[in-house]
């Protein structure tokens, strides 16, 4: 007789149990923090032109706990590039939530919300997931306009587009002007670095179509008058590779900021590797600069006057070791300023490209 009564008292422990169980449960989901969510407020116009132009995106984090930060790029064509610039790839969470950054103009925009110490990509094909220090992920499309006209040169036969937008190829951001290069009467291309209306602003033109293998040659007047911080860069780049690797030759006039270094350089990119740079002097008054570019070799040369046949040779070296091959590079002719916010020695300048020439 006793079992028999011991029956529903157990039944009745197990369903009091039961609802312990459901009020716990209960009580830690209403405790239990809310998932970091992301989304984007304002979107910038659509332009696959990508580093010519700027414009602003913003948005919101809810649930973001202090020190997140957000991940923002652009995708032109495959690509998508971090943003701003590669050097300034975060973007800060606001007390009230929003976030708000400039951004190259691009197809589509991205949003990433990540964990203090994320180390991002400056460039990717696929945007990182959820997990590993990424906490959400928003995306949007850019907002349908007329397309924007860019300025172009038409420069030794060849058409230029010029940089509109900023670019942290120095070190740190440069803040570039349409108005800063042009073609004279006599077809010579100027790039001038000034300081207009309190912002200081330097110069590029990119070549609209990409040559491959061949020999590249710039004809360039006195560069012996820029300050120590300036650079002309004279070089190909494949600007939509979809990694960190930089794939460019290049040609660099710039002591970089100190006074009592040579002023030029050749250099198969990545700089940091010591056999891919040779530093020289560079005389003053007009000098050739040339590379000639072949399958697993590249040789560079200087010299004096305006051409190839015949002007004293200032310097030459032929690299064999990590010579790109040809993909989406493009010509580059850039007046930039080297980490301006370290030295005094900013000054307006101006130089003079009299030729471009591209052999097969």
Not at 228 to 244: E, H, I, K, M, N
Request: proline share 8%; charged share 15%; hydrophobic share 35%.
């Amino acid at each position: 007789m006793n079992l028999a009564r011991s029956a529903p008292n157990q039944n009745w422990s197990k369903i009091v149990l039961f609802a312990v169980v459901v009020l716990l449960a209960g009580c830690r989901s209403q405790n239990a923090p809310s998932k970091p969510s992301l989304e984007i407020t304002q979107v910038p116009e659509a332009n696959p032109g990508g580093p010519v132009q700027l414009g602003y995106i913003e948005g919101r984090a809810q649930n973001a706990s202090p020190g997140k930060q957000i991940v923002l790029y652009a995708r032109s064509g495959a690509v998508w590039w971090i943003q701003p610039f590669a050097n300034q790839p975060f973007t800060q969470v606001q007390p009230d939530a929003t976030w708000r950054n400039s951004t190259h103009l691009g197809t589509d925009y991205a949003a990433v919300l990540v964990e203090p110490g994320f180390r991002p990509a400056s460039k990717v094909t696929t945007l990182p997931a959820v997990g590993n220090g990424v906490l959400a992920v928003a995306t949007a499309k850019g907002r349908p306009v007329a397309p924007i006209v860019s300025k172009v040169l038409r420069f030794s036969g060849f058409d230029w587009n010029v940089r509109a937008a900023g670019s942290d190829r120095g070190g740190e951001p440069n803040f570039y002007d349409p108005d800063n290069a042009w073609v004279d009467d006599h077809g010579y291309l100027h790039l001038r670095m000034q300081q207009r209306n309190g912002n200081w602003s330097c110069a590029e033109v990119s070549m609209a179509r990409s040559l491959g293998y061949g020999s590249y040659i710039f004809v360039v007047q006195e560069t012996g008058h820029l300050s120590p911080s300036a650079v002309l860069g004279l070089y190909t780049a494949d600007d939509l590779r979809g990694d960190d690797v930089r794939s460019e030759l290049d040609v660099e006039l710039s002591r970089w900021g100190n006074p009592s270094s040579k002023n030029a350089q050749y250099v198969v990119q990545p700089f940091y590797v010591p056999e891919n740079v040779i530093r020289f002097m560079a005389p003053s008054g007009t000098l050739t600069h040339m590379f000639r570019w072949e399958p697993g070799r590249v040789s560079f040369k200087t010299m004096r006057g305006s051409g190839t046949g015949g002007g004293a040779t200032v310097n030459e070296h032929v690299f064999t070791s990590g010579v790109p091959t040809p993909a989406s590079e493009t010509t580059h002719i850039d007046l930039y300023d080297f980490r301006h916010s370290k030295t005094t020695s900013q000054q307006p300048t101006e130089v003079v490209i009299e030729k471009f020439e591209f052999l097969p």
